[in-house]
């Protein structure tokens, strides 16, 4: 059974850069399709960034694209978002999600931009 335990979440300035990890335990790793979603204070969880399972392909939400780089590495079973020019906006609990079964999700970890 894959689980998920995500790190590297904290209070940051506008403008600031964090970088998420989420550390995948389970030989089905390097073969599934990895994500990360975001729920912020009162609203609903919403999709953040995507990696296949080799990290050949990426997507991203439009309200990151061009701050925001998801990565993998199979060989270490990590997944990484490097977040930059972070914004009040962007304050979540961020979640590691993957692509496995019916779905695993790790336990999030938050994010604060606040001055």
């Known amino acids: 059974q894959v689980q998920l335990a995500e790190s590297g979440g904290g209070l940051v300035q506008p403008g600031g850069s964090l970088r998420l990890s989420c550390a995948a335990s389970g030989r089905t790793f390097s073969n599934a399709g990895m994500s990360w979603f975001r729920q912020a204070p009162g609203k609903e969880r919403e999709f953040v960034a995507a990696i296949n399972w080799s990290g050949g392909s990426t997507n991203y939400a439009a309200s990151v694209k061009g701050r925001f780089t998801i990565s993998r590495d199979n060989a270490e079973n990590m997944v990484y978002l490097q977040m930059n020019s972070l914004k009040p906006e962007d304050t979540a609990v961020y979640f590691c999600?993957?692509?496995?079964?019916?779905?695993?999700w790790g336990q999030g970890t938050l994010v604060t931009v606040s001055s």
């Open positions: 999600y993957a692509q496995i079964g019916l779905g695993v």
